[in-house]
């Protein structure tokens, strides 16, 4: 299998929680010799790099320099994101088999990936914008909801850490609950229920081609 992942913050670059656990997630997976590669943001260390775990790192930078806010600072640095898991599609003979998107930055590359090379991808959620904005009923955060809202339309499938975040996805985007996966981060059993959530989208691209 071969899968791309989306982080917008990836080792060294650490802005919270997420990095670090992507980066655990893509040690694990290629431990399972999965084909994994990560496209990140990072402004200063650019350009391809092969870890030690045989993960491969893809860090762009954002072409345009100056934002007004988190949203054109997203929109902008998609086209980026898009361009560099093109050329890992073409460089591997048209084989990526799903992209999986850590939180919403990265869903508009996702989706016209998909649309465009018939890629599909896995919405990771990490948080919901109802969640981090007190103010999420403006017009400003409206359009953060609106992207979170085509990454679970647009979406093969969907993963959660628990329950609680299930219900709020439904709660709040009326997804269906069978296109949700709650997966812990339980160690005896984490990596397998990602794999098996990879596989059962992967299948799914198989039969419609």
Do not use: C
């Amino acid at each position: 299998m071969r899968t791309v992942i989306f982080s917008w913050e990836y080792p060294p670059r650490v802005v919270g929680q997420l990095a670090l656990y992507v980066k655990s997630l893509t040690t694990q997976l290629s431990s399972k010799q999965v084909d994994v590669n990560v496209v990140t943001y990072d402004d200063s260390a650019t350009g391809k790099t092969q870890e030690p775990t045989g993960v491969q790192t893809y860090r762009v930078s954002n072409p345009v320099r100056t934002h007004i806010g988190v949203l054109t600072w997203v929109l902008t640095l998609n086209q980026e994101i898009e361009r560099v898991a093109a050329n890992i599609y073409y460089e591997n003979n048209k084989q990526i088999d799903i992209i999986d998107v850590f939180d919403w930055h990265f869903i508009p590359a996702a989706v016209t990936l998909k649309n465009a090379l018939g890629i599909p991808f896995i919405y990771s959620v990490e948080s919901l914008e109802d969640h981090r904005s007190p103010t999420a009923n403006s017009s400003y955060n409206m359009a953060i909801k609106s992207i979170e809202w085509l990454g679970f339309f647009e979406a093969k499938g969907v993963s959660v850490k628990s329950e609680w975040m299930k219900e709020e996805v439904i709660r709040i985007y009326k997804v269906p609950k069978e296109k949700i996966t709650v997966i812990s981060t339980e160690p005896n059993s984490w990596i397998q229920e990602v794999l098996k959530l990879y596989n059962s989208v992967a299948e799914v691209k198989g039969n419609e081609a």
